[in-house]
């Protein structure tokens, strides 16, 4: 994946809370992601992980506290727009895929963003389908176009709503070596996943959410191994 | 600058993606058509009656085959969660907003541009002489509708029973601009025509005022 051109940014949630009606999805959520780390969130069914990411995605306002991403350059925009990929693609299936990437690259500024969307098809290995409209695509390609149109704007902070979905080996393990590459290159990565797996071998902390709480956070192995398997921390 | 620039490129989206699947414009031009032919049997085609009443009816036509055109404004952006990456790419959620009316406005005055032979067929009324300020009267009246029923769309795409809650919604919402419109049309098309500037300067401050209100409040609109 395409080294970053901008520096690594962080995420701090300040007590977060939200809330749909009576409903706390969310209650009281305040840690930091450190610029560069790789981040698991697991939790059961429900326990508020989208929500969470969602709230860091800034698509869903909390009802109360502050999500701030230290280090974020004011100077770029787009470093303080997080890359989300969520269960579903978000890309339009009635375009092609080079049109969606086109359509999210000229949206946020993107320099050059035909360059850009030929570098990320050429990247995620859908160059020869770039023609094709995304309504027949297989579930695999999907999930790819949809990293690369999280991509697109160069974002510092990448954010993934179990990312393995739908996925079968091979492609576990692509985004595996995908999201490593894009870590490395100074990307934070945080990710909710279910179970152990390639992916979550990358993550080098776990915090772990039940009801909307954060009931652990831990960065040693043992207790990581715990978490990802719903064991206690 | 990026509000305009923004709304262009979603505008050139959601072009694209009517033209390729044409499903909006099928269905209100054959609704409308349908409508049209209906009544037809039941009015007398060129008499005073027919003058008299062919126009509400075209607009009325044009209101529920408009309100069908709404149900899938918002709902296409659900299917793939499209509205979350648009909120996220663009700068100003107002562009989201201006793209959708401008399309549905062209998308409305195409298919009533393409019924307006068939209705000048089936009521016999002649509309060659007036036709630009009727384009006008099209203009403004489908503007209105578009304004406040892509703000309801938006509304009601969230929502458990969206299908009932539109129609609902939209409906009395636009009983002025329904009933303002057939009055303007029904005096540009009688035998002594008369331009009801008033009514069109009626409708363009309604599409001013919905538009203002939309321009203000419809980032809460597109909240989760």
């Not at chain 1, 985004?175 to 490395?184: K, Q």
């Not at chain 2, 009816?57 to 044009?62: D, E, H, K, R, S």
């Not at chain 2, 509205?83 to 062209?106: E, G, H, M, W, Y």
Request: aromatic letters at 8%; glycine letters at 6%; proline letters at 5%.
């Amino acid at each position: 994946m395409t080294a970053l051109r901008i520096p690594p940014t962080g995420l701090r949630f300040e007590n977060i809370d939200k809330r749909y009606g009576g409903l706390f999805a969310l209650r009281r959520i305040s840690f930091e992601i450190a610029p560069g780390e790789c981040v698991v969130l697991a939790g059961r069914n429900g326990s508020g992980k989208t929500t969470l990411l969602r709230v860091a995605a800034q698509i869903v306002k909390p009802t109360a506290g502050k999500l701030s991403f230290p280090g974020a350059d004011a100077a770029l925009p787009a470093n303080g727009r997080p890359g989300y990929v969520a269960h579903t693609t978000m890309v339009y299936d009635e375009l092609t895929a080079e049109e969606n990437l086109l359509l999210f690259g000229k949206l946020q500024n993107v320099e050059n963003p035909a360059a850009r969307a030929e570098e990320l098809l050429r990247e995620v290995g859908l160059m020869e389908r770039r023609d094709s409209l995304v309504r027949t695509f297989s579930r695999g390609m999907r999930q790819r176009i949809a990293i690369a149109r999280a991509l697109i704007h160069r974002p510092s902070v990448l954010l993934f709503d179990e990312p393995a979905t739908g996925l079968d080996p091979p492609g576990i393990t692509w985004l595996a070596n995908s999201l490593r590459e894009v870590n490395r290159a100074g990307c934070t990565v945080v990710m909710s996943l279910h179970g152990e797996s390639e992916i979550s071998a990358l993550a080098t902390r776990a915090v772990q959410l039940d009801a909307g709480r954060v009931i652990a956070d831990t960065q040693s192995g043992a207790s990581l191994h715990s978490i990802l398997t719903f064991g206690s921390a | 600058m990026s509000l305009l620039s923004n709304t262009a490129i979603l505008l050139d989206k959601e072009l694209r993606t009517e033209f390729r699947s044409r499903e909006l414009l099928t269905t209100t031009a054959v609704f409308i058509l349908i409508v049209l032919v209906l009544f037809s049997f039941a009015i007398n085609p060129g008499t005073e009656e027919a003058r008299q009443f062919a126009p509400g009816l075209l607009w009325l036509a044009i209101l529920f085959a408009s309100s069908l055109m709404f149900q899938s404004c918002f709902l296409r952006e659900q299917t793939n969660d499209t509205l979350s990456s648009l909120r996220l790419a663009v700068s100003d959620p107002f562009a989201i907003f201006l793209a959708k009316l401008i399309a549905n406005t062209l998308f409305l005055l195409l298919t009533e541009l393409m019924m307006l032979p068939f209705f000048a067929i089936f009521y016999n009324i002649p509309l060659w002489s007036k036709l630009p300020v009727l384009i006008l009267v099209l203009f403004v009246g489908s503007l209105g509708i578009s304004i406040a029923g892509t703000a309801i769309s938006a509304i009601s795409a969230q929502a458990r029973m969206r299908e009932l809650l539109l129609p609902l919604l939209l409906l009395p919402l636009l009983t002025p601009v329904l009933v303002v419109s057939s009055l303007v049309t029904a005096s540009l098309l009688d035998r002594e025509p008369i331009v009801q500037w008033k009514g069109i300067g009626f409708l363009a401050v309604f599409d001013l005022i919905f538009l203002t209100a939309l321009w203000l409040f419809g980032e809460y609109l597109l909240e989760e």
